[in-house]
């Protein structure tokens, strides 16, 4: 079980078929990933962004600074040592991160683990193209 004890605890970011270990401050280990130490975002607006992670914070910052959604945190473990101390915890969804500075702080509730977006609602995929004959189009256009 996960421990709501802790110093800094690590998270693990999936990006395409890797994994970003990320604590306080950024990185936790060094790595030759394309993100470094930047998480996948949605802001308010419905953009998509990359943001700079810079640690953990509680659910009471959310009420004085923007949220984002954070997303591909796959894993959590107390304590900021990659191997050792706790047990990873699997988790699941998009969680709520506090935008500050040009930085994004994951939010941990009250048992140390992430909180859940519930407001979040994926994209709707856009419908298919229609499907143009070029030749008809050159008969058209002469």
């Given at each position: 079980?996960?421990s709501?004890?802790?110093?800094m605890?690590?998270?693990?970011?999936?990006?395409?078929?890797?994994?970003?270990?990320?604590?306080?401050?950024?990185?936790?280990?060094?790595?030759?990933?394309?993100?470094?130490?930047?998480?996948?975002?949605?802001?308010v607006d419905?953009?998509?962004?990359?943001?700079?992670?810079?640690?953990?914070?509680?659910?009471?910052?959310t009420?004085?600074?923007?949220?984002?959604?954070v997303?591909?945190?796959?894993a959590?473990?107390?304590?900021?040592?990659?191997?050792?101390?706790?047990?990873?915890?699997?988790?699941?969804?998009?969680?709520?991160?506090v935008?500050?500075?040009?930085?994004?702080?994951?939010?941990?509730?009250?048992?140390?683990?992430?909180?859940?977006?519930?407001?979040y609602?994926?994209?709707?995929?856009?419908?298919?193209?229609?499907?143009v004959s070029?030749?008809?189009?050159?008969?058209l256009s002469?």
């Amino acid at each position: 079980m996960f421990s709501p004890v802790f110093d800094m605890p690590v998270v693990k970011f999936k990006f395409n078929y890797g994994h970003t270990y990320l604590t306080s401050g950024g990185l936790a280990a060094k790595t030759n990933c394309i993100t470094a130490d930047s998480v996948a975002c949605t802001m308010v607006d419905g953009t998509s962004q990359s943001l700079k992670f810079r640690g953990f914070t509680s659910i009471f910052r959310t009420r004085q600074f923007e949220c984002v959604t954070v997303h591909n945190i796959i894993a959590i473990k107390s304590g900021n040592a990659l191997f050792g101390g706790g047990n990873w915890v699997d988790v699941k969804g998009d969680f709520i991160g506090v935008y500050i500075d040009g930085y994004v702080y994951l939010v941990l509730g009250d048992r140390g683990l992430p909180v859940v977006d519930e407001s979040y609602e994926k994209p709707k995929e856009k419908p298919l193209g229609q499907v143009v004959s070029l030749e008809e189009f050159r008969k058209l256009s002469y």
